[in-house]
């Protein structure tokens, strides 16, 4: 492991590719919002409500068989909504006699009324939002009106108006921005830091993880035994992070692998990683100086279907018989055949997953490890680049905020106030 | 070699064929061990029963033949469950070797209760996409499956005249064996639709034994309504739809073949501490 | 240089789009969102079909140049285009040679030869928990022994037979289940789902640009 290298440099300041990707990005969003008016415009529903008018009876209200008129009706606007919302509220009547309310609309005060809907006795109120068959548009006024459904007749409430509004902002989701903006703010504050520290020539302090350097060692190991070394970098596909943290450390592998002049065989799972790992391999063998070396049906895809693949990579195991095996990235069912057929041929396995399912798998059939965010972890450690670091840091001081904010929601509900937990609830 | 070098360097396939007796016995002679609810279970099917009589429910078969002897006993077992009750099923799959197995699973329940294709029941087959199409059958799912899998147009279907989106139907079932499954349905679609009834979306899951243990914490923060993890979980679901199918008679055999692992951990054990240590 | 700028400026602008809408309920923003759903359930779509085409690409290349294992990719070439001509084709002709109803070529092939080779590998599984059990489970410490005595005691409590041994073991069972095991999932979700939302920050700021290829 090459610790004493200096971090890459971190690019320039803002140059012409990143002018170009911001102009590039502002004519985008004009081309959108142009895009998204006209979809808007097409959508509009315009017309009164379509239901057919209910069969309403009215008698005098109080009259055998006539419910009372409902009291106390109201229609407030929905929040956080594009204005596609109304709610009615009335006073539910538990005396018997009321079968259930009919809940009317009309666009004019003076009508026509057509019934929308038809809810029981129990219910004290309806949510009139936009559909099919119930076109609700933002700004527009409404009336409502609303029946009691008698035995021998019914009984309607006054005129109600109410305009359903959209909002610009969702104040329910206000808990999640905060989080979001405070978990942005970290990682992007400790990226420029890490970019600021690289400028320096320094490098941002990443505790060392067991598992990189047992990679290492499984490679000299291979070396001596004159055996290949085998990375498996996950069965998923190209836009994984997992495969992408994979191939990060593929190339770091790849280099070593180079200086030793020892195979390396990647078996791929799909299609679209066979380009990346045969790039990345590619470019670790030129960086190393040994582009000579570097041996194209080495990285070979084998198929798509998960099983297939499986039988594939155990098939190159039980024959080259690879001194090390390295599991790196996105696994699934298929991790322990693959760990147990390696530990068989008595290769040295290193596996890191964040796949959580197949943790004890590995656990249990390999030699070591990377659980969870440590293979994102060694990704930042081996690549040295500034902005993994930062984005590492980030990470963890955001879980050091949640752990804090944990504790106080245990004492808070411990003493009886829901108050901070309900603030945390995402609606 | 001393008897516990040769235990501790045991051929592993002595250790397969030990297994492969302790799984086939109990398909000979059955134990008949009874199989325990869980909490779990039972809310996997309350939220079944609570289904109204003529409702919809949404099936989404996310699995492929490797989870079959897991998820297929549970999918049957849903499936009976809905249709003795007149709920509607309307299927689909996220995993492309999906399809043929619900379509294989509504042959095989269908006829028993009389229950029609396009009426009773639809198989809308295999739609690549992942969490959009999960978001987007959230508010069109007609437009999303414009036909079936036979390639038939929905709108042509009785069974699809009413369902437009989530608020058509009262609940999703998710059986699922991996990544598209229930925590993506979980993450992009609990707490964000409401169902027929205008409450939040239930959404109940079975899924393979070893992902059920990540859904518990979902299970507890009230995200899924109930949870059927693996053969067990399998079983437990068919004790309540009252039939006896394959995961039933399987348990057995899981029961022997766990004891017989227990046996082996434990032998594996005594041997490292009597001093037939391998290094590594 | 549009090779790469082009696709960044996409990702950032439909990226950022999306999350601001998540707080934004103005309806231009809701239509604008439902209608990049469906856009990328169509792109998806086509990356399907695209990996289809990468397969046959290489699987062709390998063959054609008699690399090394190019006798594999002959039988994934035929089944390849064999099972799309026989689910694809039914404009071609009626079942039972195409189609892919119950009774067709396609549902025999995958009923009789898929489902029966998916289902073998998966059930080594049963047979290698076993031999990684015997040979690796060790109680090399204290912590390795709280984790086999959680293993038995869940493994006994989630079958029929644990009842009958102890009837408390089930609800020993439950109970790791749902504290410890809850516990520890939640902590690892959290951290795993901080990893994968830094990761999508840094693909929509374009920060993180190994997906697009080398230079």
């Known amino acids: 492991m090459e610790a004493g290298r200096a971090l890459t440099p971190p690019g320039p300041g803002p140059s012409a590719p990143h002018t170009t990707i911001v102009r590039g990005a502002a004519s985008l969003c004009g081309l959108l919002l142009l895009v998204l008016l006209t979809v808007d415009a097409a959508a509009e529903t315009v017309g009164p409500p379509t239901s057919a008018p209910a069969t309403l009876t009215f008698g005098r209200p109080g009259d055998d068989g006539i419910p009372p008129a409902p009291d106390s009706v109201g229609v407030a606007d929905i929040p956080n909504d594009g204005g596609e919302a109304l709610r009615v509220s009335w006073k539910a009547e538990a005396e018997t006699g009321v079968r259930g309310y009919i809940i009317l609309r009309a666009e004019s005060a003076d009508g026509p009324f057509a019934a929308i809907d038809t809810v029981d006795a129990a219910t004290a109120s309806f949510t009139d939002a936009a559909g099919p068959g119930h076109p609700l548009r933002n700004g527009v006024t409404y009336h409502y009106r609303v029946a009691a459904l008698g035995e021998l007749g019914d009984s309607e409430s006054a005129t109600v108006t109410g305009t359903a509004r959209q909002s610009f902002f969702n104040t329910d989701r206000l808990n999640l921005l905060v989080l979001l903006a405070l978990f942005f703010g970290l990682v992007l504050a400790y990226t420029r830091q890490a970019a600021n520290h690289a400028r320096r020539g320094g490098m941002p302090f990443v505790r060392k993880i067991a598992g990189l350097t047992a990679i290492e060692e499984a490679i000299g190991r291979a070396t001596e035994m004159g055996r290949a070394v085998l990375y498996v970098p996950g069965i998923d596909d190209a836009n994984n992070i997992q495969t992408i943290y994979s191939m990060i450390i593929l190339g770091n592998v790849a280099r070593t692998v180079a200086r030793y002049e020892t195979p390396l065989i990647v078996p791929v799972c799909r299609a679209f990683v066979v380009p990346l790992a045969e790039e990345t391999v590619k470019q670790g063998y030129v960086d190393a100086g040994r582009p000579d070396a570097y041996v194209r049906n080495n990285i070979r895809y084998l198929s798509d279907e998960q099983f297939a693949f499986t039988a594939g990579v155990d098939g190159i195991m039980l024959r080259e018989k690879p001194a090390a095996n390295l599991f790196l990235g996105s696994f699934f069912a298929e991790s322990l055949i693959l760990a147990e057929t390696g530990f068989a041929t008595g290769a040295v396995q290193i596996a890191g997953t964040a796949n959580i399912h197949q943790l004890p798998f590995f656990v249990v059939a390999c030699d070591y490890t990377l659980i969870g965010e440590e293979f994102y972890a060694a990704s930042a450690y081996l690549a040295r680049e500034p902005k993994l670091i930062g984005v590492l840091k980030g990470t963890d001081w955001m879980k050091v905020i949640l752990i804090a904010l944990m504790l106080i929601g245990i004492l808070t509900e411990s003493a009886g106030w829901e108050g901070f937990r309900r603030w945390f609830v995402l609606r | 070699m001393s008897l516990s070098n040769r235990l501790v360097n045991l051929d592993r396939r002595y250790i397969f064929f030990v297994i492969l007796i302790v799984i086939i016995i109990p398909y000979i002679r059955p134990l008949g061990l009874p199989i325990r609810v869980s909490r779990e279970a039972e809310g996997f099917f309350s939220a079944i029963e609570k289904v109204p009589a003529g409702g919809t429910v949404l099936l989404a078969a996310d699995y492929d033949p490797g989870s079959m002897p897991e998820l297929q006993p549970m999918t049957l077992a849903a499936l009976d469950l809905c249709f003795r009750r007149n709920v509607k099923v309307v299927g689909f799959c996220l995993w492309p070797a999906g399809p043929p197995l619900l379509n294989r699973a509504l042959s095989q329940v269908a006829p028993r209760y009389g229950k029609e294709y396009g009426v009773d029941y639809v198989n809308l087959g295999f739609k690549e996409g992942q969490e959009a199409v999960m978001v987007r059958v959230g508010s069109a799912l007609p437009e999303v499956f414009p036909a079936d899998y036979n390639g038939t147009p929905v709108s042509t279907l009785p069974i699809m005249q009413d369902v437009e989106n989530f608020s058509s139907v009262h609940l999703l079932i998710s059986i699922s064996a991996g990544y598209p499954g229930t925590k993506e349905w979980v993450q992009q679609v609990g707490q964000r639709f409401q169902n027929a009834n205008r409450e939040m979306l239930p959404i109940v899951s079975g899924c393979t034994a070893v992902s059920a243990p990540e859904y518990y914490a979902y299970v507890n923060a009230g995200q899924l309504d109930g949870l059927l993890g693996g053969l067990a979980g399998a079983a437990e679901i068919e004790k309540l739809a009252g039939v006896t199918g394959t995961a039933t008679r399987g348990m057995d055999g899981q029961s022997l073949a766990h004891l017989i692992i227990i046996a082996f951990i434990v032998l594996g054990n005594l041997l490292y501490f009597l001093g037939g240590r391998r290094k590594k | ?215």
């Not at chain 3, 400026?9 to 789009?17: D, E």
Request: charged content about 15%; hydrophobic content about 55%; overall charge positive.
């Open chain 3, 1 to 215: 240089m549009l090779r790469r700028e082009f696709p960044l400026a996409i990702t950032c602008v439909v990226g950022l789009f999306m999350v601001i809408g998540l707080f934004v309920p103005e309806r231009h923003f809701t239509a604008g969102r439902t209608e990049v759903e469906s856009w990328a359930i169509i792109i998806r779509a086509f990356a399907a079909v695209l990996g289809v085409a990468n397969i046959g690409r290489i699987s062709y290349l390998r063959i054609s140049r008699r690399e090394h294992e190019w006798v594999y990719h002959v039988p994934l070439l035929i089944g390849l285009v064999g099972m799309i001509v026989l689910g694809v084709g039914g404009s071609l002709g009626s079942a039972p040679l195409f189609g892919i109803a119950e009774g067709t070529f396609f549902n025999d092939l995958y009923m009789n030869v898929y489902v029966p080779m998916q289902g073998t590998m998966f059930a080594l599984l049963a047979f290698f928990i076993a031999s990684a059990a015997f040979r690796a489970f060790r109680v090399r410490s204290f912590e390795a022994g709280l984790l086999a005595l959680a293993a038995l005691l869940v493994m006994l409590g989630r079958v029929p037979i644990g009842a009958e041994i102890w009837d408390q073991l089930p609800l020993i069972s439950d109970w790791i289940m749902n504290i410890p095991n809850n516990a520890a999932k939640r902590a690892i979700l959290i951290g795993a789902a901080l990893g994968a939302i830094a990761t999508g920050l840094k693909v929509i700021l374009g920060l993180e640009r190994n997906y697009l290829g080398g230079e």
